[in-house]
């Protein structure tokens, strides 16, 4: 085999004579940024947000198995195999969203657009005929020490039965910074999501490292009284501040807020769940910029991106070419847009579109996290409290 670049991805194609040409595609491609989880001993995360297996021309391959390695000094370091039930299942399940426009709808956040290419079609199973493709999304992985790189195999066979390969590969590379940031929000604020495996955030390509923010009172709950109201939440009408010098790319403040978005007394989980899938799927028939509610996006140096999302109704301070220095109040945090109670999403990425960009790893120099005694800038983790440094 040789190794081929595609529109910028990386991937290898099984080029064996006769055999059929199966591709490996990652969206995003080249990279994966890993995420610390316990300095001490090692650990790291990795996700491997969207793996495409795509058949462009030539007869159908059928998907026997799928091999996902971490390698090291040329070695592989750990194997995980996502077998063919596996794969049945996600071809059934992107095929039936597929069908029922909900992949063109959430494309920002399946991005299948983006991770099988143009002109190819979703595959109602693991065979694959001409154009079409398998999507494999959100493949975890726990890395113990240095790991340069994360290589997916698929092996399958043609429509004669002879053995199909096909590689690809991604880089894993630590994220460096060319800014200091420093926390958007003053005071102990608790981390209600974070990259951590278990948060929503971590599973879509834009907010793969966004952060969640809001307050808690004495009694460790985010409101007082029964949260009926917005002004009851510890963290409503803070001041959200510029994270690092910038200039300020877009700014929007004309969504409103409603006391009818938060939970009712009684209301069960399963009625406010269904009651804010139906408010979002509003929100997105005015159009994909609408969940966000009010916002603002900063460009910082290197071509980094800090957006500030969910801010309070009139409480947007700046303007699109505006320059503002680190610490400076951009607006306040608020409720407005596809959210559930308010809080302050914050998330840095490497372009200014906060729905088609790529999330970028952040740490903050000004925060102490309250009972862990742990040196120096760290990566944030969901459910810690921390405080920022004068």
């Given at each position: 085999?040789?190794r081929?670049?595609?529109?910028?991805?990386?991937?290898?194609?099984?080029?064996?004579?006769?055999?059929?040409?199966?591709?490996?595609?990652?969206?995003?491609?080249?990279?994966?940024?890993?995420?610390?989880?316990?300095?001490?001993?090692?650990?790291?995360?990795?996700?491997?947000?969207?793996?495409?297996?795509?058949?462009?021309?030539?007869?159908?391959?059928?998907l026997?198995?799928?091999?996902?390695?971490?390698?090291?000094?040329?070695?592989?370091t750990?194997?995980?195999?996502?077998?063919?039930?596996?794969?049945?299942?996600?071809?059934?399940?992107?095929?039936?969203?597929?069908?029922?426009?909900?992949?063109?709808?959430?494309?920002?956040?399946?991005?299948?657009?983006?991770?099988?290419?143009?002109?190819?079609?979703?595959?109602?199973?693991?065979?694959?005929a001409?154009?079409?493709?398998?999507?494999?999304?959100?493949r975890?992985?726990?890395?113990?020490?240095p790991?340069?790189?994360?290589?997916?195999?698929?092996?399958?066979?043609?429509?004669?039965?002879?053995?199909?390969?096909?590689?690809?590969?991604?880089?894993?590379?630590?994220h460096?910074?060319?800014?200091?940031?420093?926390?958007?929000?003053?005071?102990?604020?608790?981390?209600?999501?974070?990259?951590?495996?278990?948060?929503?955030?971590?599973?879509?390509?834009?907010?793969?490292?966004?952060l969640?923010?809001?307050?808690?009172?004495?009694?460790?709950?985010?409101?007082?009284?029964?949260?009926?109201?917005?002004?009851?939440?510890?963290?409503?009408?803070?001041?959200?501040?510029?994270?690092?010098?910038?200039?300020?790319?877009?700014?929007?403040?004309?969504?409103?807020?409603?006391?009818?978005?938060?939970?009712?007394?009684?209301?069960?989980?399963?009625?406010?769940?269904?009651?804010?899938v139906?408010?979002?799927?509003?929100?997105?028939?005015?159009?994909?910029?609408?969940?966000?509610?009010?916002?603002?996006?900063?460009?910082?140096?290197?071509?980094?991106?800090?957006?500030?999302?969910?801010?309070?109704?009139?409480?947007?301070?700046?303007?699109?070419?505006?320059?503002?220095?680190?610490?400076q109040?951009?607006?306040?945090?608020?409720?407005?847009?596809?959210?559930?109670?308010?809080?302050?999403?914050?998330?840095?990425?490497d372009?200014?579109?906060?729905?088609?960009?790529?999330?970028?790893?952040?740490?903050f120099?000004?925060?102490?996290?309250?009972?862990?005694?742990?040196?120096?800038p760290?990566?944030?983790?969901?459910?810690?409290?921390?405080?920022?440094?004068?």
């Amino acid at each position: 085999m040789r190794r081929i670049p595609l529109l910028g991805l990386s991937l290898f194609l099984s080029l064996t004579p006769g055999l059929a040409a199966l591709e490996v595609r990652f969206h995003p491609a080249g990279v994966v940024y890993p995420y610390e989880v316990d300095p001490g001993r090692g650990l790291s995360t990795v996700v491997l947000q969207n793996i495409a297996f795509v058949q462009r021309d030539g007869g159908p391959v059928t998907l026997e198995s799928v091999e996902i390695q971490a390698r090291a000094g040329g070695e592989v370091t750990q194997t995980q195999i996502v077998p063919a039930a596996a794969l049945d299942a996600s071809a059934q399940q992107m095929s039936a969203m597929d069908a029922a426009g909900l992949l063109k709808l959430y494309d920002f956040h399946f991005q299948t657009s983006r991770s099988l290419g143009e002109g190819i079609k979703v595959s109602p199973s693991r065979t694959l005929a001409a154009g079409t493709g398998l999507l494999v999304g959100g493949r975890a992985l726990m890395l113990a020490g240095p790991t340069e790189e994360i290589a997916v195999v698929a092996h399958g066979r043609d429509a004669a039965g002879r053995p199909v390969e096909a590689r690809g590969s991604l880089r894993v590379r630590e994220h460096r910074s060319p800014n200091e940031y420093h926390f958007p929000l003053a005071g102990t604020l608790y981390v209600g999501a974070a990259p951590s495996l278990h948060s929503h955030h971590r599973w879509a390509v834009p907010q793969e490292f966004a952060l969640d923010l809001v307050a808690l009172g004495g009694a460790g709950r985010t409101h007082r009284g029964a949260g009926e109201t917005l002004d009851e939440y510890y963290a409503y009408g803070r001041d959200v501040l510029a994270a690092a010098d910038g200039v300020v790319v877009e700014a929007s403040g004309d969504a409103t807020e409603s006391n009818d978005r938060l939970r009712k007394p009684g209301e069960s989980a399963a009625d406010y769940q269904k009651r804010t899938v139906a408010e979002q799927n509003k929100l997105l028939a005015q159009g994909l910029r609408a969940p966000l509610g009010n916002y603002v996006i900063l460009r910082h140096a290197g071509g980094e991106f800090s957006q500030y999302v969910h801010l309070k109704q009139g409480s947007v301070r700046v303007h699109a070419g505006d320059t503002v220095r680190r610490g400076q109040v951009i607006g306040q945090l608020g409720q407005t847009g596809n959210s559930t109670e308010p809080h302050l999403h914050f998330q840095v990425t490497d372009g200014p579109d906060p729905l088609y960009s790529r999330g970028l790893p952040v740490v903050f120099q000004n925060v102490l996290v309250e009972g862990l005694d742990l040196e120096g800038p760290r990566p944030l983790q969901t459910g810690w409290i921390v405080t920022t440094k004068e």
